[in-house]
């Protein structure tokens, strides 16, 4: 083995694994201009679909970044959910649930269909385009870590060669079984492992037997399989999935011949031609990282959390993981935030990958408490609401914050996503969405005199009704359906502040006696400088 000799490389972030959450992480730094390497040991981005429904708030953070479109453009509409029946060759489909994104009403993005394969493409092409450096054929060996930086050693994938990067943070994205976290020493909690499956590729014609139907996700009783399919109308491929079951042979050849057998009594066609791509056995569980920190090194996707496809939310977790970790670096770098930032990432998005989880889990069991949209949209930051409480007096409600609120009833309290809220502004419609992401915004009445002072670090965007009049002439965006007072709890001297990451992290109904040092005390603590009231 060779050791590659010269200065050590330096970077700032350097991100393990570069599949679908280490390429965001790259996307979501390199796009507040903290240089960042991805390392990966595959030779290239995934070759198999793997994830499929990009959730309406991981698209609002693909739009942020500026490839909303492409992911519409790469993926499918839909319908959003399975149908049952015993073959495809059956008269009618029956439908389980509610196939219509309800998300559309509350959010500017609604979900999407995008295979894996086909999106990390695309967050590749876009975090090189920021600057972001991406390595494959690399693989992680070793950490050290000490008080101002971690040392990661790295080897090419045929350990003929070796070298060290040194960082001042690492993000371990590297999967289910995750070296990193292994190498730390952090444990998991949850149900723990819950069975083998094959995920098998094919192609087949299997417009005679759908006849024009819209069979986008499909159990199959009589195979035993969920059907699936991939890639978008243009380039349509199949997925099958079947359990990996005792006395089935696992050998590539022998899924591949069952995957065969199977599409056939799928399709209720013993004669149909396949071609099988790839038929591949992994292992489902629900496992969730003790800790999702341990000093300068942060768990992000399935390193910090593993769980089953249902619902389509792991993919998904990850890519917010990601967002929510990738300002606080950003921040803290820049020497705009304390260090005590960081340590907020567990803080929250522990608590909400335990949430997805057991949401995860009752729908596996057909009895989920809550709705597609509100594990979307409506979880909550619970440590946030106690940390920056409502700028009222009174401070936070009483009683342990849930930790998911119903998006379509939008409290507007600490902690949660900021509401989407049309607005016209110039001429052009956009979302209160469309205002979060390069720092701190404050949003406030048009007609509001208490929040004409500058705060450093803030920015004031007013909201006016529709019609109204703005004192003073100063640009405001318009409230087109008049609704944003409702959905963000406050008044005509209200305000809430809004983190970069899209959610609220101090709010005040008015703008009562002491209102601006309230917010001022805010802004800081949101920073991880001191506390706030």
């Given at each position: ?214 069979a986008m996700a499909v159990i199959v009783r009589r195979a035993g399989a969920f059907l699936f399919a ?146 979307q949209l409506g979880y909550r930051y619970p440590s946030l609401a106690e940390e920056v409480p409502d ?143």
């Open positions: 083995m060779r050791v590659r000799q010269g200065p050590e490389q330096q970077v700032r972030v350097l991100v393990v694994g570069g599949s679908l959450s280490g390429l965001s992480a790259a996307l979501f730094l390199a796009a507040r201009g903290v240089e960042c390497l991805v390392v990966e040991q595959r030779p290239g981005t995934s070759a198999h679909p793997r994830a499929r429904l990009v959730t309406a708030r991981s698209m609002e953070l693909f739009r942020s970044v500026g490839i909303e479109e492409q992911v519409r453009e790469a993926g499918d509409p839909g319908p959003i959910g399975f149908v049952v029946v015993d073959t495809l060759a059956d008269e009618h489909y029956v439908p389980t649930g509610n196939h219509d994104d309800e998300t559309l009403g509350i959010s500017p993005t609604g979900m999407r269909l995008c295979d894996q394969q086909r999106l990390e493409p695309l967050l590749l092409s876009r975090a090189r385009e920021l600057g972001a450096e991406i390595r494959f054929g690399t693989r992680f060996e070793g950490l050290e870590q000490d008080a101002d930086g971690v040392t990661a050693t790295l080897g090419s994938v045929d350990g003929e060669e070796r070298w060290t990067v040194r960082c001042d943070y690492l993000l371990a994205a590297d999967g289910i079984r995750s070296p990193v976290r292994e190498a730390l020493g952090i444990g998991r909690h949850g149900p723990g492992p819950l069975g083998r499956s094959v995920s098998a590729i094919f192609d087949a014609d299997l417009d005679p037997v759908i006849r024009g139907r819209r991939r890639g978008n109308s243009e380039a349509r491929k199949w997925q099958l999935g079947f359990p990996l079951s005792d006395g089935i042979d696992a050998s590539p050849e022998g899924l591949r011949e069952r995957t065969r057998e199977l599409a056939r009594v799928a399709a209720d066609d013993p004669d149909l031609e396949i071609t099988v791509h790839s038929a591949m056995a992994w292992e489902s569980a629900a496992l969730v990282a003790d800790r999702f920190r341990d000093g300068r090194v942060f768990l992000v996707g399935d390193s910090a959390h593993a769980m089953p496809p249902a619902g389509g939310f792991g993919g998904n977790t990850g890519v917010q993981d990601a967002h929510n970790l990738a300002w606080k670096l950003a921040a803290v770098l820049d020497g705009s935030a304390g260090g005590a930032l960081l340590d907020t990432y567990d803080a929250e998005r522990r608590p909400v990958a335990d949430f997805t989880v057991r949401e995860t889990m009752a729908r596996i069991g057909q009895s989920s408490a809550e709705t597609r949209a509100t594990v700028g009222d007096a009174g401070g936070a409600a009483k009683g342990e914050p849930p930790v998911a609120e119903n998006p379509f009833e939008p409290s507007g309290r600490p902690g949660t996503r900021a509401p989407h809220v049309v607005l016209e502004h110039e001429g052009r419609r956009i979302s209160t969405l469309d205002l979060f992401g390069e720092g701190f915004v404050l949003l406030a009445d048009a007609g509001a005199t208490t929040w004409r002072t500058e705060v450093p670090g803030v920015a004031l965007r007013r909201i006016s009704g529709p019609g109204e009049r703005v004192p003073g002439g100063d640009p405001a965006y318009v409230d087109v359906d008049g609704i944003f007072r409702t959905a963000y709890g406050v008044g005509p001297d209200g305000a809430a502040l809004i983190r970069p990451d899209g959610f609220i992290g101090w709010r005040t109904a008015d703008g009562s006696a002491g209102a601006l040092d309230r917010l001022r005390s805010a802004a800081l603590a949101l920073r991880g400088h001191g506390s706030a009231g």
